[in-house]
């Protein structure tokens, strides 16, 4: 977060906060730093409170955070949100403005993202919370889909390096991935961001996963890829 004041400081860009926008800069920033971190749902939940997006907002979001991490963010939140996505609320004017030509993208964009971060689901289950603290960013997890699954036959569960079951992709998301793997896409996947227990827990493990398709698709590249 420091990093970032200073960053936004010697941009010039906090000068524009004045009178009611300066109360919402700190929601602001809260929001840009889970986003560089990797924490992307956790992200738009909290820019998604910011009321007003102007050109200060804007100006401050572009800058801040590269435009592929924030076109996965809204991504994250439009696909695998649980409710009312914040893209579809007051947020989205800004949001939108923010992405510029990328927008056209949300839509597809897990049906042709070659690397992204998602959520893990359903870690209040099984115990599974207590596996998170064996896991750290950067560590392999394995993505293995389940055809047989009772509830779904497209489910993606997340297991750790010693098979432990630490949740699943959002359905939503999981259902495009599995598209892409019946079309001879394989996946791996990383831990990308562990948040603390004030986190809601479906926000807590972020994991970066990346798609192979066709020549890349070999075991050694696979295992431990970036």
Same mark, same amino acid.
Request: charged share 25%; hydrophobic share 45%; net charge negative.
């Given at each position: 977060?420091?990093? *970032?004041?200073?960053?936004?400081?010697?941009?010039?860009?906090?000068?524009?906060?004045?009178?009611?926008?300066?109360?919402?800069?700190? #929601?602001?920033?809260?929001?840009?730093?889970?986003?560089?971190?990797?924490?992307?749902? /956790? /992200?738009?939940?909290?820019?998604?409170?910011?009321?007003?997006?102007?050109?200060?907002? +804007?100006?401050? +979001?572009?800058?801040?955070?590269?435009?592929?991490?924030? *076109?996965?963010?809204?991504?994250?939140?439009?696909?695998?949100?649980?409710?009312?996505?914040?893209?579809?609320?007051?947020?989205?004017?800004?949001?939108?403005?923010?992405?510029?030509?990328?927008?056209?993208?949300?839509?597809?964009?897990?049906?042709?993202?070659?690397?992204?971060?998602?959520?893990?689901?359903?870690?209040?289950?099984?115990?599974?919370?207590?596996?998170?603290?064996?896991?750290?960013?950067?560590?392999?997890?394995?993505?293995?889909?389940?055809?047989?699954?009772?509830?779904?036959?497209?489910?993606?569960?997340?297991?750790?390096?010693?098979?432990?079951?630490?949740?699943?992709?959002?359905?939503?998301?999981?259902?495009?991935?599995?598209?892409?793997?019946?079309?001879?896409?394989?996946?791996?996947?990383?831990?990308?961001?562990?948040?603390?227990?004030?986190?809601?827990?479906?926000?807590?493990?972020? #994991?970066?996963?990346? #798609?192979?398709?066709?020549?890349?698709?070999?075991?050694?590249?696979?295992?431990?890829?970036?």
């Amino acid at each position: 977060m420091k990093e *970032l004041l200073t960053e936004a400081m010697n941009s010039g860009l906090l000068e524009a906060f004045q009178g009611d926008r300066e109360f919402q800069l700190p #929601i602001l920033l809260s929001g840009i730093a889970l986003a560089r971190k990797g924490a992307l749902s /956790a /992200a738009a939940g909290v820019l998604g409170s910011v009321h007003t997006w102007g050109k200060p907002e +804007v100006d401050l +979001v572009r800058k801040a955070v590269d435009p592929d991490r924030f *076109l996965n963010m809204v991504a994250e939140d439009y696909h695998g949100s649980f409710g009312k996505s914040m893209y579809q609320g007051p947020a989205g004017l800004g949001w939108g403005a923010i992405l510029g030509d990328l927008v056209g993208r949300v839509e597809k964009f897990y049906e042709e993202a070659p690397v992204f971060i998602t959520r893990v689901v359903g870690l209040r289950f099984e115990g599974r919370l207590d596996s998170l603290e064996n896991l750290t960013p950067g560590q392999p997890v394995t993505l293995l889909w389940e055809p047989m699954n009772p509830h779904d036959s497209k489910a993606i569960v997340v297991l750790d390096a010693n098979g432990a079951d630490l949740g699943y992709i959002r359905k939503s998301i999981a259902h495009r991935l599995v598209t892409r793997m019946k079309k001879g896409a394989a996946l791996s996947a990383k831990v990308a961001a562990l948040m603390g227990r004030e986190f809601d827990v479906n926000d807590r493990l972020n #994991i970066k996963v990346k #798609i192979w398709d066709g020549d890349e698709i070999s075991g050694s590249e696979i295992e431990g890829a970036q």
